[in-house]
Every structure is written in C-alpha cells, then in structure tokens.
C-alpha cells in the first residue's frame, strides 16, 4: 500500500521522492529509503543533467542514511550533493551550504 499512489501500483520518480521525504520526516526511514533510492535511480537514467535535482535527492538520502546510523553511506550521499550543487549553482548557495553540514 505504501507504493500504490493514486491508484497506481508504480508511482513516478516525483511521487516516490515526496512519499518518500514525508515517511523520512515521520521517521519511517525503513519505508522511505527504498523510495528515495528508487526515486534518485530513476532521476539519473531519465534526466542525468538535472544537477540540481540530483543534488537535492543525493541530499535527501544521505539525511535518511545519517537519521538510520549509516554514517559511511550518508557520507558518501552527501558529498556527492556537495559536488553537484558546487558545480551547478555554486557554493553560495544556502542548498550548498546544507550538504556540506552533513559531511560534518
């Protein structure tokens, strides 16, 4: 049920990556992983030059793999937001600024 979104049994990569932010906000991080995950898979095959899309997904997982305990992988996560972000709107940006804070 968690996966059926207006009726459909295969929501977007949009749909996933919203459910999956609320459930991570809920702290139902165990069911919102997988959706972001499949969200950000899903961005990468189908718009690979949204940097900023990815960063901001690459961001949103690494702050659900750091709420589970899972520092390495939300590390890894965040860097690669930083790089995104760093490249394609600089690193004045507050969204820069928000992936550098969970290298820390």
């Known amino acids: 049920a968690a ?3 207006a009726g459909r049994d295969d929501p977007d990569k949009d749909d996933l990556w919203n459910i999956g932010i609320a459930k991570k ?3 139902q991080y165990e069911e919102a992983l997988p959706m972001l995950l ?3 898979e899903e ?3 189908e ?3 949204d940097d900023v899309t990815l960063a901001k997904l690459h961001d949103t997982v690494g702050s659900c793999y750091d709420l589970m305990g899972r520092a390495d992988e939300a590390v890894s996560q965040f860097s690669r937001a930083r790089t995104l972000f760093g490249r394609s709107i600089g690193a004045e940006s507050p969204l820069y ?3 550098c804070e969970g290298l820390t």
Request: hydrophobic content about 45%; overall charge negative.
């Open 38 to 40: 499949k969200a950000l």
């Open 97 to 99: 600024g928000s992936a």
């Open 43 to 45: 961005w990468i095959r």
């Open 25 to 27: 906000n809920l702290g």
């Open 3 to 5: 996966m059926e979104v």
């Open 47 to 49: 718009e690979p030059e």
